[in-house]
């Protein structure tokens, strides 16, 4: 086939989030010669990043799916893979696979699974080991965003793990403005002379950022001119800004809200943290590697495929508040080690995850899946 292959990425919606981001990169970075991409959304929202990509002319539609098993949505999706003549139906976390593989059955579009994460604790469900196997073994590629999400697909969803290819996140690497970043340090009151640590990520349980403010209070004690800029929000921040409060340490901590595009307040950062219980490849800490920033995270999910122990960044038990606070207090007096870190931060993102390394793995899949090869 030398046409472009045409494709279709199916998805809940395009609003914010890490694989929204992931499917904006792998349309945008791809060839025009390569693939044609079109993106369709089962929740009914096309969302913001959505409306951004339609503005630079990427097709994106969207379904209401209805509660329970909606036939009526298989329909719609069978229809839009005919109507459109699509080659590949790409399908994005686990629900949209489902529904993807019965509206491939009967057309000549292969099918692709991206399991971009998993849910915290993971559990089986025994629907899964009736289901899954059958679908696994008909669908011509299984992609997950990690080793650790591999692992976990072949426990928990009862998939051949010899059939799961991992292909990492990738992203273009930020460029901040360094008039934008002096302005913001002004807005944020924060002192030239101050060591900024901080994250980027939505306010949930799930991202144990409780855990990070009393690791953060404990590092205060030994830095006094250490600060904390938490940018993001979610159902979990109300909880913190009392915390943060109870602790002393409001004073001290940032708390930004939603920022679309944080690229400047990363450049903030002397060391970036997340503090998760679970984690598949955070896109945020994937930015800070790119900027030279060096990690601080916990060693769950994909992050200990991100960062290595002393090559760009620290890694400690997930809720080990005492761990994390040690970490930091270690990165702060050592000046060397961060600029070390930061330069190998660099150097692996330019040699795994980059946007143009992600591209490629995926128009190869594209490739093998027509051509029988996946």
Known sequence: ?????????????????GTEQVIRQLVSGMDAGEASNEILCIDGQVGPMGEQ????????TSVVRQPGFDRALIRAIRGRLREGGFDIVHC??????????FAALGTPAKVVFTEHGRFYPD?????????????????????????ATRLALARYEFMPRSRIRVVYNGIEPLQPDSD?????????????????????????????????????ARFLEDCPNAWLLIVGDGPERDNLEVLASHLNISHRVSFTGFVNNPVNHLALMDVFLLSSHSEGTSMTLLEATSLGIPALVTSVGG??????????????????GWAFAR???????????????????QERFGERFSRDVMVTAYQQIYRHCIKGEA
């Open 1 to 17: 086939m030398n046409r472009p292959l045409r494709v279709l990425h199916l998805t809940f919606n395009m609003g914010i989030g």
């Open 53 to 60: 990509l339609r503005e630079t002319g990427i097709p994106v």
């Open 92 to 101: 994005h976390q686990y629900t949209p696979w489902v529904y993807g593989w």
């Open 123 to 147: 559990r089986y469900r025994y629907k899964a080991a009736l289901i899954n196997p059958l679908m696994a073994r008909t669908t011509s590629s299984i992609v997950a965003i990690s080793a």
């Open 180 to 216: 934008t970043v002096h302005q913001l340090r002004r807005e944020l009151d924060l002192p030239e002379t101050a060591f900024i640590v901080g994250t980027v990520s939505r306010l949930d349980s799930i991202k144990n950022q409780a855990m990070m403010l009393r690791a953060f």
């Open 303 to 320: 992050n200990p495929e991100i960062v290595s122990e002393g090559v760009n960044g620290l890694l400690t038990p997930p809720d080990d």
């Open 327 to 345: 970490a930091m207090i270690e990165l702060w007096q050592k000046p060397a080690l961060r600029k070390q870190l930061g330069q190998g931060g």
